[in-house]
């Protein structure tokens, strides 16, 4: 059997049970008849072991928020050996944090990447993936959490200049922290040129 070692059979034993292959691998069977002394021309055969659930699980699991209610979800698929048959989707299940029930959404074929939206601003969600196939479904990837922050609010522009312009909003709503914002200016002129200024920690107004 092709990547194991070879076997010898003595007497009129016509079969041979061989353990411990891996599913879903072609193997390669060579026979070769011997009376100690010559060989002759060996018989080969081709086999295909069947399917079995996915052993491992999808990595690199990320979690990028799109906007205040919703996240895109990315990972990479198990590793080849840990696939076990052809992958047909991922089952992807999320909860609020503290919360022992989930929910469950699935992807099709080989899309690895899901958009979630509607989620409730301002609270942690858990999220898994794992992979399917034709027998079952494989163990769950390591949880990632996320947070969907709220945007800011009431967007203001003033012109000072006709050089220079100064925006204001209002910090979300209390008990959220936000990181540093950036005010983003698109001239149109310019075919959609953008300058992005950093404008240091939010500070409620």
């Known amino acids: 059997v092709s990547g194991l070692s070879p076997k010898t059979v003595t007497g009129t034993v016509l079969q041979y049970t061989v353990d411990g292959l891996s599913p879903y ?3 390669t069977v060579e026979c070769t008849s011997s009376n100690g002394e010559d060989s002759c021309d060996s018989n080969m055969d081709t086999i295909r072991m069947p399917s079995a659930a996915p052993s491992g699980t999808p990595y690199n699991l990320r979690a990028v928020p799109f906007n205040d209610s919703a996240v895109i979800l990315t990972w990479d698929p198990p590793a080849e050996k840990d696939q076990n048959g ?3 989707g991922y089952l992807i299940k999320y909860q609020l ?11 099709a074929g080989a899309v690895i990447q899901l958009s979630l939206d509607n989620l409730m601003t301002g609270v942690t ?7 399917i196939n034709s027998i079952g479904t494989g163990p769950d990837a390591t949880m990632v959490m996320f947070t969907a922050i709220p945007d800011v609010q009431n967007l203001r522009v003033s012109e000072i200049s006709s050089s220079t ?14 990181g540093n914002r950036y005010a983003e200016a698109t001239d149109s002129s310019t075919e959609g040129t953008r300058t992005r200024t950093p404008t240091g920690t939010p500070q409620d107004e």
């Open 165 to 178: 312009i100064t925006i204001n909003w209002d910090a979300p709503p209390d008990g959220y922290t936000v």
């Open 25 to 27: 691998v072609a193997y």
């Open 97 to 107: 944090s503290g919360d022992s029930s989930s929910q469950m959404t699935r992807t």
């Open 86 to 88: 052809v992958i047909t």
């Open 125 to 131: 969600y858990s999220f898994t993936v794992a992979a």
